[in-house]
């Protein structure tokens, strides 16, 4: 029986309310169907309004099965860029799948180890290779964008992690100096933010960072995220543990830990357990529209919003 039929809409939004600390799995099961007059009755409700894309990114992707598609082929790794082109990497070729099925192909056999596919912006894809600390920009093609930026040549051989930043510039984090450091379109230095280690008094060892809607977020697992702001200063640390990557869709952070996916809440500073995965699922991403899950030999994509 649907318990909207037997409780009115306030004491639905106080039994959400009651829920905010438990899983999201156990939300859903305690609340089969939910009408979309409920649903626009409760976006009316500040406390609510931040827990309706959670809710519905569940309902929706989860637990619906009409909407999936798979797409056969094996990989070591995929990114999703917003618009929903799957970039998959296997033996030194990038392969894209455009939303409209065409695919193309970019071989970076001769360019050394991939250490990041940066696809943040799906009109300058970044690619940084660290073993030769090399950066090479494609365009939407997947064809090569200008020429490779070697960062030993520009004084920054020692370089950790590289990201794609705003205006087609991008960060590095330089290990020997702790420090990020930012570089325009024309390779000149625009940030510095000089010894993290230092100014902050702590341990930084990061795996991973990421550029989003004005900040730059930096993972070092043994902290959490650290949070800086478009001029490079430190803004707070996000305590989120132990990660090896994550995704942003403002005011959320999305991550799998272990075989759980979770997101967390920048604004409430909630964390909800949203489903634990089967164990030979390799990683599951979503893009704010799609959820793509990663296994062997294909990748299994459930459309979450029309």
């Not at 065409?102 to 596919?117: D, V």
Request: hydrophobic share 40%; charged share 15%.
């Amino acid at each position: 029986m649907n318990i909207l039929s037997k409780i009115s809409t306030l004491d639905f939004i106080r039994y959400i309310l009651a829920l905010q600390n438990s899983s999201i799995n156990k939300l859903i099961q305690k609340l089969p169907s939910i009408n979309t007059f409920s649903f626009c009755t409760l976006l009316k409700y500040s406390k609510i309004k931040n827990l309706f894309s959670i809710i519905f990114f569940i309902l929706q992707c989860f637990h619906s099965k009409a909407q999936d598609s798979l797409l056969s082929i094996k990989c070591s790794q995929i990114k999703v860029d917003n618009i929903g082109n799957i970039y998959a990497v296997n033996n030194g070729v990038i392969t894209k799948y455009f939303t409209n099925h065409q695919t193309k192909t970019f071989s970076i056999k001769t360019f050394g180890t991939l250490a990041n596919i940066d696809v943040s912006n799906a009109l300058r894809i970044l690619l940084y290779f660290n073993d030769f600390q090399k950066i090479l920009f494609l365009d939407s093609q997947l064809s090569q964008n200008g020429d490779v930026i070697e960062l030993s040549n520009l004084g920054y051989e020692q370089t950790l992690l590289v990201c794609s930043s705003f205006n087609n510039g991008f960060w590095i984090y330089h290990q020997a100096n702790n420090e990020l450091i930012r570089f325009n379109q024309s390779l000149e230095i625009s940030i510095k933010t000089g010894n993290l280690k230092r100014i902050l008094a702590q341990d930084i060892r990061p795996n991973f960072m990421l550029e989003h809607n004005g900040k730059l977020y930096l993972n070092s697992p043994n902290i959490g995220i650290l949070l800086f702001d478009i001029y490079g200063s430190y803004l707070k640390t996000i305590p989120l543990k132990n990660l090896n990557s994550f995704q942003i869709h403002y005011p959320y952070i999305f991550y799998l830990k272990d075989t759980t996916f979770y997101s967390y809440s920048i604004e409430t500073f909630e964390t909800l357990e949203i489903i634990t995965i089967s164990p030979n699922c390799k990683n599951l991403l979503f893009n704010g529209k799609n959820c793509y899950w990663h296994f062997d030999d294909y990748i299994k994509i459930n459309q979450c919003i029309k």
